[in-house]
Structures are given as C-alpha cells and as structure tokens.
C-alpha cells in the first residue's frame, strides 16, 4: 500500500473501479479512458512503482499478471481475433499511474506500436 497512490485505492475500495477479476494477488479493473472496446486493467496487490522497480522476488507475480491477462482475453472472447498486452514505464513509455499495471486491448484491430 502506497498513500496516494490510485490503484492502492482502488485494491483498498476506496475509489470505485469496474471489476472484472480479484484474488488474493492480482486484481483486474476496466479502464476509465478505453482505447479499444476491451480495455482492461490488471494490477498487483503489491504496491511496485513500475517494472524498474521489480526484483526477482517478483517474478511469479508478475508471470501470473500475464496469466491472468490471457484468462481476461478469453473471457472477452478475444483469444481468438487477438489482443496485445502493454506494460508502460516511465515518462517515455507513457506511463501515468506509478503502481504496476498491464493493459490488456482487444476488440478492434490494433496497428502501430506507437
Ligand atoms: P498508464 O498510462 O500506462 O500509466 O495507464 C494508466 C491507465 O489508467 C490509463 O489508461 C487511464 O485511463 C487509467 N485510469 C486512470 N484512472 C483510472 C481509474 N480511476 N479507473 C480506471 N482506470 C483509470
Ligand atoms: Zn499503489
């Protein structure tokens, strides 16, 4: 738990979010400004600023975040028409919120990498 921290927030009920999935881990949250029909969310319990800031003792974790994603894409029916996961850190990575989060963006085809 990070104090001002968005997502912590979030994970703590304290700001609303549309919820998709939550475990003891990870939890998954539609996101506010959508890029793409499915725009999703997935963040670690864990407060980690982003992915400099993760160690080894991380590395199940955030492995898990990636399964969670693939299990997100399927219940959204996208698995098979294809989506993309991104992980941004940093100013140039164009990261905004500084808790460790993945997108998950499917629904429409997807074109430049920015
Ligand atoms: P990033 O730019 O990679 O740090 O991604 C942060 C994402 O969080 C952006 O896509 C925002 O639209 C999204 N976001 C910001 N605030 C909220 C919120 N309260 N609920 C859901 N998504 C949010
Ligand atoms: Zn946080």
């Given at each position: 738990m990070?104090?001002?921290?968005?997502?912590?927030?979030?994970?703590?009920?304290?700001?609303?979010?549309?919820?998709?999935?939550?475990?003891?881990?990870?939890?998954?949250?539609?996101?506010?400004?959508?890029?793409?029909?499915?725009?999703?969310?997935?963040i670690p319990?864990?407060?980690?600023?982003?992915?400099?800031?993760?160690?080894?003792?991380?590395?199940?974790?955030?492995?898990?975040?990636?399964?969670?994603a693939a299990q997100i894409a399927k219940d959204n029916g996208v698995d098979e028409s294809g989506y993309r996961l991104v992980m941004n850190c940093n100013e140039q990575g164009g990261q905004t919120v500084f808790h460790i989060h993945i997108h998950i963006l499917g629904g429409r085809q997807l074109t430049h990498l920015g």
């Open positions: 990070s104090e001002d921290c968005l997502f912590c927030k979030i994970i703590n009920k304290e700001i609303p979010a549309d919820i998709v999935y939550e475990d003891d881990k990870v939890l998954a949250f539609r996101d506010i400004n959508p890029q793409a029909p499915i725009h999703t969310l997935i319990h864990r407060h980690i600023n982003n992915l400099n800031e993760a160690n080894a003792d991380d590395q199940e974790l955030l492995g898990y975040m990636v399964l969670v």
